[in-house]
């Protein structure tokens, strides 16, 4: 796991080249491939992005457009349409994508990519390293605290919950996991992460069917007793953006 410069990027040496699973804020490219030099003589064969956002797509300008790039079709819409991959720089979009579920590499370089549905974005994957027992998530667990869910980019609070019990029931043999914001984490982190976000979901329902407002939700609301570990700076933001999808604005 290589910290800073945006969302935490994974390195994973295999047989034949480099796979690099999210490539940071823009200007980050260089600070990659040399640590990567410092870890292997092996070529970058391939990027996964885990999402759309900038900070985990921002440097794939920076590799050889030979490079080969995956992501969940959904994504790579959503990259389509921002700025950074316009006019000539299209050329640095995904050139494979995938729905539900692919894997790359054979034995122990296969990596299994995985959609299970809506969370911070619509095309969130979660990149398993099946020999490692290691998973990256990127924003679909970014800490722990109340999750940013990007309605531009499809991300949905009322899915949320279900979309990570789809994965806890569907994903095996993953002990350790790299969020995208936070140190390295364990599976029961997860398992936790996801009760919190059923919990904060039924809350901000409950809070909706009283008649409170964001505000006074966002009062009442407070996980963190419950949750040790937790914060609740990003509370406020996913109630207005659950109001907001309940309300179908
Ligand atoms: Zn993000």
Redesign the pocket.
Known sequence: MLTGGG?NTAVVVGTAGVVVVDTKNPGWGRPILDTIKTLTPKPITTIINT?T?G??TGSNQFFPASVDIIVQENTAANMARMDAFKGDNAKFLPKRTYKDKTSIGAGKDQIDLYYFGRV??DGDTFVVFPALRTMHM??LF?WKDAP?L?RSNGGSGVAMPQTLDNALKGIKNVDTIVG?HQPLVQWKDLQEYQRFNADLLAAVQAAKKAGKSVDEAATSINLTTKYAGYESARTKAAIQAIYDELDKK
Do not use: K, S, V
Request: net charge negative.
């Open positions: 969302g999402h956002h900070d985990h911070h974005t990127g924003d970014p940013f990007d995208g």
